[in-house]
């Protein structure tokens, strides 16, 4: 069964930083490009950033390009997310998904969005003093 589990999210004032995880398992990591898509109170799915399968290509949504950092651990089968310079806008839930194919460069992220086919539960995150 494929689960994937995020962690790390809470409540942090402008400005600051949090990391995100997602724990994944049963099915073969190291295979298929990762996303952190992330929904706002009251507002639709936002793609944030995705990352290959190997790590070496990421791309991100220029809300959060120069701030957040995704990369990836294959021997923890674990995703992350890097979020500095925190703002109120980012508050939000952020969910780790799982591309259904390896994937490199922003094009492919973005035309294979709705390919992702395992979602996790989400983590809240909250930016506010």
């Known amino acids: 069964e494929v689960q994937l589990v995020e962690s790390g999210g809470g409540l942090v004032q402008p400005g600051g930083s949090l990391r995100l995880s997602c724990a994944a398992s049963?099915?073969?990591?190291?295979?298929?490009?990762m996303s952190w898509v992330r929904q706002a109170p009251g507002k639709g799915l936002e793609w944030v950033s995705a990352?290959?399968?190997?790590?070496?290509?990421?791309s991100y949504a220029d809300s959060v390009k120069g701030r957040f950092t995704i990369s990836r651990d294959n021997a923890k089968n674990t995703l992350y997310l890097e979020m500095n310079s925190l703002k109120p806008e980012d508050t939000a839930v952020y969910y780790c998904?799982?591309?259904?194919?390896?994937?490199?460069?922003?094009?492919?992220?973005?035309?294979?969005?709705?390919?992702?086919?395992?979602w996790g539960k989400g983590n809240l995150v909250t930016v506010s003093s």
């Open positions: 998904a799982k591309y259904s194919i390896d994937c490199s460069g922003y094009g492919c992220y973005i035309s294979y969005y709705n390919g992702m086919d395992y």
């Open positions: 990352i290959n399968s190997g790590g070496g290509s990421t």
């Open positions: 049963g099915f073969t990591f190291s295979s298929y490009a």
